[in-house]
């Protein structure tokens, strides 16, 4: 396989829609062939994915403990979850019931809650894990 030797590899994309970006192709001449368009056009739908996560998701405040607001896609509000730092390393969605979650992976994103998390691992007998991941 010569081609995977060189980095890239195939992908099998139905007669019909080829032959209609095909078609597409010869009206937008800024794409060199199918591969250019496809290659944008994956490019393009994974950071609107990522993108779309991120908005899913909202930091409310933080006391006590940290509110997370869940969106629904339409924008309006699904759930908020309340999250609680106990000591000495776990933290708990007391939406979802539980030490691992959306809402807590989230929360572990935003800076300003790792910098709070960060605070209280200094305290003695804390030890909330953090990885380098954002």
């Known amino acids: 396989m010569p081609s995977e030797a060189k980095g890239f590899r195939g992908v099998s994309i139905k007669k019909e829609l080829v032959d209609e ?31 779309s996560k991120k908005k899913r998701f909202e930091h409310l405040n933080m006391g006590e403990n940290v509110k997370i607001i869940e969106h629904n896609p339409d924008g309006t509000i699904k759930a908020v979850a309340d999250i609680y730092f106990k000591q000495p390393n776990e933290i708990r969605c007391e939406n979802c019931k539980t030490t691992a979650c959306e809402h807590i992976e989230y929360m572990l994103s935003v800076p300003k809650i790792r910098e709070v998390i960060k605070g209280l691992n200094k305290r003695p007998g804390w030890n909330i894990e953090l990885t380098d991941e954002v």
């Not at 496809?38 to 994974?46: L, T």
């Open 21 to 51: 970006l095909e078609a597409f192709i010869v009206t937008h001449p800024e794409y060199k062939g199918n591969a250019d368009f496809i290659h944008e056009a994956i490019r393009v739908r994974m950071q609107q994915i990522r993108e």
